[in-house]
């Protein structure tokens, strides 16, 4: 499914929410919103315009925070909730997942410019990032939600929430780390990612087609890449199809910010742009972000079939 194209993190401006009017009642922080569905579990929490800056700002300063705009209308709403509470249980606190019923909150939609539901950004430190906007299935959202978390290590957002609500049917047992990635994690848990890079290039001297080594790297590459981009880079890859330094870095940023295709397209054109050296490395530089994605994703298999008619 094609996903709109949203703005960088940061560029919804949630202060107005800060002070909502008293005027307007909420429900106790994680009760259901008046007409909302069931769909709950111990790390989702139902938000009203009163409780958005306790249960959302301040809680993502600690835990990055999934913001979840539904309508008991809709029946893709309807649809995606049970996902998404299944896998904040899978996660088991390494996300808070909260749920706003737009009907029954118009200013907090009407703040975020919600125009269909569902929407789903996320709030790292009070700042939005968008994830993505209309149903999705479990692998896809599960690859947004491992994005975001990734971008939330490299800001320093390592904590957990503990439980807030009550307990879903079977919230499965986290699995035990393995322990040959466990010095890579614990690096990238410390925002040290030269650490994790490390280790992650010792694993893979061991073991070089360990795919899930292969993909932790590139990850770590991507958010070191992206940590001091410049702003005109934009500019500059608007500019000349075959920079390819801009065009590399213009992806890593529409990658870290979910535009998945948009990251591909690029590349991809970059490629046709270009010849020797040049075009090789952007065509490596795209295997990584194949890496970063995943192999099974629908988008990466079919952007390896355009990257193999634009080589040949």
């Known amino acids: 499914m094609s996903q709109p194209n949203f703005t960088r993190p940061g560029a919804i401006d949630l202060s107005s929410l800060r002070k909502p009017p008293a005027s307007r ?41 999934i913001v979840e705009f539904w309508s008991p209308r809709s029946e893709a709403s309807l649809a995606l909730s049970p996902v998404l509470v299944k896998l904040s249980d899978e996660y088991a606190g390494k996300f808070l997942l909260t749920r706003i019923d737009i009907d029954a909150n118009p200013q907090l939609a009407q703040a975020v410019g919600v125009q269909t539901v569902p929407l789903v950004i996320a709030v790292l430190r ?59 994690e614990d690096a990238v848990g410390a925002g040290d990612l030269d650490g994790a890079i490390a280790a992650y290039e010792a694993l893979l001297k061991e073991a070089p087609n360990d795919a899930e080594a292969k993909a932790g790297l590139a990850r770590v590459q991507l958010v070191k890449r992206t940590r001091d981009v410049p702003a005109e880079v934009r500019t500059r890859a608007a500019e000349d199809p075959t920079d390819v330094e801009a065009q590399m870095l213009v992806a890593d940023v529409d990658l870290m910010g979910g535009h998945v295709d948009d990251a591909f397209d690029r590349l991809i054109r970059t490629v046709q742009a270009t010849s020797g050296d040049e075009r090789d490395a952007v065509r490596r530089h ?27």
């Open 286 to 312: 795209l295997l990584e972000l194949f890496d970063v994605v995943g192999a099974d994703d629908d988008r990466v298999v079919k952007a390896r079939r355009r990257l193999m008619t634009a080589l040949f």
């Open 126 to 184: 009070g700042q939005v990032v968008p994830l993505f906007q209309g149903p999705v299935g479990e692998p896809e959202a599960r690859q947004y939600i491992d994005q975001l978390l990734t971008v939330a290590v490299a800001n320093g957002i390592t904590g957990r929430t503990d439980p807030v609500g009550p307990p879903g049917a079977e919230a499965p047992a986290e699995p035990e780390p393995d322990p040959r990635y466990e010095a890579a």
């Open 25 to 65: 009642s909420g429900g106790a922080p994680g009760a259901p919103a008046a007409g909302g569905s069931a769909a709950g579990g111990p790390y989702v929490l139902n938000v009203s315009e009163q409780t958005f800056q306790a249960d959302v700002i301040e809680r993502s300063i600690q835990v990055p925070v």
